[in-house]
């Protein structure tokens, strides 16, 4: 398989980490978001929308959107599976992991980052306080849903790795990006620490792929 994605990209750390919890080889392909490179007319053939991830599987067309992506692996690639059997926990598992791909996240990308700055004319200030604003409520969404309930266990759904463990992960670990204090989400922050005790999520850090700055 081949991932179009990017070192800094939280929905490619997703889409990264579901590929080596599957124990999937794939050859990743930086669009480098900081230069444009999504703009491309190369990459628009590849993903119209000028976003990451896009994966490529065989000779079918590209799959895109993240939560699509990491659909798309578990059902080709069932073992071991990222969604539980129960259809409510199904539901719990996926209305966690959107709160995260469909509500915090697309609200800090870089095209948002962008649109503030050049067509907005926001200071850096302004738009720092609404990239820190929108990811704190994202975390807080998860928390208030994570924490106490008997459904939470060692991960967000019992102790079964899924779907949401990935979008939560991604949602703490770009809180550093932003500089967000985490200490108001406990639960979020718990599981991330689960998580990351897994190679597959700490391997897949964006700060361990290349292109990352140093330290």
Same mark, same amino acid.
């Given at each position: 398989?081949?991932?179009?994605?990017?070192?800094?990209?939280?929905?490619?750390?997703?889409?990264?980490?579901? +590929?080596?919890?599957?124990?999937?080889?794939?050859?990743?392909?930086?669009?480098?978001?900081?230069?444009?490179?999504?703009?491309?007319?190369?990459?628009?053939?590849?993903?119209?929308?000028?976003? &990451?991830?896009?994966?490529?599987? #065989?000779?079918? $067309? $590209? &799959?895109?959107?993240?939560?699509?992506?990491?659909?798309? +692996?578990?059902?080709?690639?069932?073992?071991?599976?990222?969604?539980?059997?129960?259809?409510?926990?199904?539901?719990?598992?996926?209305?966690?992991?959107?709160?995260?791909?469909?509500?915090?996240?697309?609200?800090?990308?870089?095209?948002?980052?962008?649109?503030?700055?050049?067509?907005?004319?926001?200071?850096?200030? @302004?738009?720092?306080?609404?990239?820190?604003?929108? @990811?704190?409520?994202?975390?807080?969404?998860?928390?208030?849903?994570?924490?106490?309930?008997?459904?939470?266990?060692?991960?967000?759904?019992?102790?079964?790795?899924?779907?949401?463990? &990935?979008?939560?992960?991604?949602?703490?670990?770009?809180?550093?990006?932003?500089?967000?204090? @985490?200490?108001?989400?406990?639960?979020?922050?718990? &599981? +991330? #620490?689960?998580?990351?005790? +897994?190679?597959?999520?700490?391997?897949?850090?964006?700060?361990?792929?290349?292109?990352?700055?140093?330290?």
């Amino acid at each position: 398989m081949k991932l179009y994605g990017f070192w800094r990209s939280l929905a490619s750390y997703r889409v990264r980490v579901a +590929l080596n919890l599957k124990g999937i080889a794939f050859e990743e392909a930086p669009i480098n978001l900081l230069t444009g490179a999504q703009h491309s007319d190369d990459y628009r053939k590849v993903n119209p929308q000028a976003v &990451i991830p896009a994966l490529i599987d #065989g000779d079918g $067309p $590209p &799959i895109f959107q993240s939560m699509a992506i990491l659909e798309y +692996l578990d059902e080709s690639h069932p073992n071991p599976p990222l969604m539980p059997k129960e259809i409510r926990a199904r539901a719990r598992v996926r209305g966690l992991a959107q709160i995260v791909v469909a509500d915090a996240h697309p609200l800090v990308v870089p095209r948002i980052r962008t649109y503030l700055e050049k067509d907005l004319a926001q200071d850096e200030p @302004t738009r720092n306080k609404w990239l820190q604003h929108w @990811t704190a409520k994202g975390l807080a969404a998860l928390e208030a849903n994570l924490a106490g309930n008997p459904a939470t266990g060692r991960y967000c759904q019992g102790d079964m790795i899924t779907i949401a463990d &990935i979008c939560v992960a991604s949602q703490v670990v770009g809180a550093a990006f932003f500089n967000v204090d @985490t200490k108001p989400y406990p639960t979020a922050v718990r &599981i +991330l #620490g689960e998580c990351m005790k +897994l190679d597959a999520f700490a391997k897949s850090h964006p700060l361990k792929q290349p292109g990352a700055p140093a330290g």
